[in-house]
């Protein structure tokens, strides 16, 4: 707590409102006012929805439902194929805009990014004062809406950018930081997934204030390593730092089937549609990498993942095909558990040797 007050952050989260569907509804009169959803067509197979207007969504429709379940919720739903390149020009051109008021961006994907404004170029000061700034620029310069959270540290304001959405402003400030904590459900904490939810709720947590009642032991002897974070962060303290390098560390897609897997055909047939949406984001992006790693999460939850390595850094199709089964035979040869998840990810880009464990322990320390 003492290095938090001896240097308070100021920190903004901005997250970009129905992101691709905006951009189909700034760029086509036809579909503004409209339920609409981007993605894959209802008539096609294993076609999913990878956003839907804010008026869609008020049928229910929502990322990674299937395009056939959106239609039966909506039926004058208008589906528009994806545009990434009309994406990527919008992020870019948000990207600019945070620029001109810091260089301590960490992008988490196209349509979202931390800024660390503590020392901003303009001397602006207050954290407020420019994510309305960055919000106004965004509207007038992209046409386009964001929300912003801001905080003295990126979870909160993270979660902040997220509670008045669309087109939001959110400011949590020191002062309110720590009943903020206390009535936060407990699903809202970093790699609570559902799974860890549902214990959670078993031994009566349920909102910060529960979390921030067991010691730290308490918290490592139930929940592992992530334990440890839960402790730090129920009680405000995050000092992960922006990280302007993270930029784009690993491309990789990954499904949670709707039924467990037991059949190594069907294995074989989900890891090649991933590995086809890997490929194209990888070809999209322009990026090719020398690492392939395999995630699989079992029935059971445990999750395991596997890598290799290449001299040469790769980009096709066949090669992340054929080295995900080798790695997914790898992985499950010892036993025939059934499989609830599998994800591909391509990492390493570059000359890569130093880029690609930055990331890796993160994701592993807070289950994200
Ligand atoms: N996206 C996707 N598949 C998902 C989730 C998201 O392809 N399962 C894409 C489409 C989104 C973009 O990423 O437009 C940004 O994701 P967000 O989660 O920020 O969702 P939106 O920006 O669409 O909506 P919101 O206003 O809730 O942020
Ligand atoms: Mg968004």
Redesign the pocket.
């Known amino acids: 707590m003492e290095r938090e007050n001896s240097k308070k952050r100021k920190i903004i989260h901005i997250?970009?409102?129905?992101?691709?569907?905006s951009i189909e509804q700034r760029d086509n009169p036809d579909y503004r006012g409209k339920a609409i959803a981007v993605g894959g067509s209802p008539e096609g197979r294993g076609g999913v929805v990878?956003?839907a207007s804010y008026e869609a969504r008020r049928f229910g429709i929502h990322?990674?439902m299937s395009s056939k379940r959106a239609v039966q919720l909506c039926p004058e739903l208008i589906f528009v194929r994806p545009r990434f390149d009309a994406y990527k020009e919008a992020s870019q051109k948000i990207r600019a805009i945070f620029q001109r008021y810091t260089d301590l961006i960490e992008p988490l994907?196209?349509?979202?990014a931390y800024l660390d404004v503590t020392a901003d170029k303009l001397r602006i000061g207050s954290a407020i004062d420019i994510a309305r700034l960055i919000k106004k620029s965004i509207q007038d310069e992209l046409q386009l809406t964001a929300s912003a959270g801001i905080s003295v540290n990126k979870f909160v304001a993270k979660i902040a950018s997220d509670m008045n959405?669309?087109d939001g402003l959110t400011f949590i400030g020191p002062s309110r930081i720590k009943t903020f904590m206390e009535t936060l459900p407990v699903e809202k904490f970093f790699g609570v997934g559902k799974v860890t939810a549902e214990k959670m709720h078993k031994i009566g947590l349920h909102t910060g204030a529960d979390l921030k009642k067991l010691s730290a032991s308490e918290l490592i002897k139930h929940f592992g390593k992530a334990g440890k974070f839960y402790y730090k962060i129920v009680r405000g303290i995050d000092d992960r730092e922006v990280q302007p390098h993270r930029a784009t560390k690993s491309v990789g897609a990954e499904d949670t089937f709707p039924f467990d897997l037991s059949d190594v055909e069907e294995m074989h047939e989900a890891l090649d549609k991933i590995a086809a949406l890997v490929q194209d984001r990888l070809e999209r992006q322009g990026l090719r990498g020398r690492t392939i790693t395999l995630k699989i999460k079992y029935h059971d939850f445990i999750q395991v993942t596997r890598s290799q390595s290449f001299s040469e850094a790769i980009n096709d199709l066949d090669t992340i095909i054929e080295t995900a089964r080798k790695l997914l035979l790898s992985a499950t040869a010892a036993d025939n558990k059934r499989i609830r998840l599998l994800g591909i990810t391509v990492s390493n880009f570059g000359d890569g040797t130093m880029q690609q464990n930055r990331e890796a322990p993160n994701q592993l320390s807070l289950g994200i």
């Open positions: 997250d970009m409102d129905a992101f691709y569907a990878a956003t990322s990674a994907s196209l349509d979202e959405k669309p």
